[in-house]
C-alpha cells in the first residue's frame, strides 16, 4: 500500500470551534448561491473529520480511488461509475443506506464539481447537513491541464492512501 499520512491523532475541536467552521461553510454557500448547505476547505474537512464530527463519502468512481488514491475512513458512495462516469441511479438510496440523513456529511470528488452536483441532489432529497469540499482531492486543473499543483486534498497534504 503507498500512502501519504499524518499520524491519526484526533484533534479536539469544541463545540464553538465546529460551529464556527459550519457557519462560514454555509455562508460561502450562501454567497454562491449553492443548492446544498455550504462548502469546506480542505483543511477544515479534514479537522472536522479527525475530531469526530463528520462523514466524509468519496463520489468518486472505484477507479478513481484505486488509482489515484482516497482519504482513509472515506465512505464510498459512487456519483458516477466506470470510465464513461454513467451516473449512478441509486446514489441517494445508497448515501441513505450507508451513512443516514442525520449526519453531517462531507462529499469528495476530483475537484469539487461532481460532489457539488452530489450535494445538491442529496440536499433536495432531505440532507439537510451536506457539505461540498472545495476543491476536490486533486484540485483545478492548472494552465497545463494538470490537477494538484495549486489546490485539493493531496495538494494540501492532508492523509491519503492508495491500493
Known amino acids: 500500500m503507498n500512502s501519504f499520512t499524518h499520524p491519526q491523532t484526533h484533534s479536539e475541536l469544541n463545540d464553538q470551534q465546529v460551529e464556527d467552521?459550519?457557519?462560514?461553510?454555509?455562508?460561502?454557500?450562501?454567497?454562491?448561491?449553492?443548492?446544498?448547505?455550504?462548502?469546506?476547505?480542505?483543511?477544515?474537512?479534514?479537522?472536522?473529520?479527525?475530531?469526530g464530527k463528520v462523514v466524509i463519502v468519496d463520489v468518486r468512481t472505484n477507479e478513481e480511488r484505486k488509482f489515484v488514491g482516497y482519504v482513509p475512513d472515506s465512505i464510498h458512495v459512487a456519483w458516477a461509475t466506470g470510465t464513461s462516469f454513467?451516473?449512478?441511479?441509486?446514489?441517494?438510496?445508497?448515501?441513505?443506506?450507508?451513512v443516514g440523513k442525520d449526519k453531517i456529511i462531507l462529499l469528495l470528488c476530483r475537484s469539487g464539481k461532481r460532489s457539488a452536483?452530489?450535494?445538491?441532489?442529496?440536499?433536495?432529497?432531505?440532507?439537510?447537513?451536506?457539505?461540498?469540499?472545495?476543491?476536490?482531492?486533486?484540485?483545478?486543473?492548472?494552465?497545463?491541464?494538470?490537477?494538484?499543483?495549486?489546490?485539493?486534498?493531496?495538494?494540501?497534504?492532508?492523509?491519503?492512501?492508495?491500493?
Do not use: C, M
Not at 467552521?21 to 479534514?46: M, Y
Not at 454513467?86 to 450507508?98: A, D, H, M, Q, T
Open 21 to 51: 467552521i459550519l457557519e462560514k461553510a454555509k455562508q460561502l454557500g450562501s454567497d454562491h448561491e449553492l443548492a446544498f448547505t455550504g462548502t469546506v476547505s480542505p483543511h477544515d474537512a479534514w479537522s472536522l473529520f479527525q475530531a
Open 86 to 98: 454513467n451516473r449512478n441511479p441509486r446514489f441517494v438510496k445508497e448515501l441513505e443506506n450507508k
Open 117 to 163: 452536483a452530489a450535494a445538491n441532489l442529496a440536499y433536495n432529497a432531505g440532507f439537510e447537513n451536506i457539505y461540498n469540499i472545495d476543491q476536490g482531492f486533486e484540485g483545478d486543473l492548472d494552465k497545463n491541464n494538470h490537477r494538484g499543483s495549486f489546490n485539493g486534498w493531496r495538494y494540501h497534504k492532508l492523509p491519503w492512501i492508495q491500493d
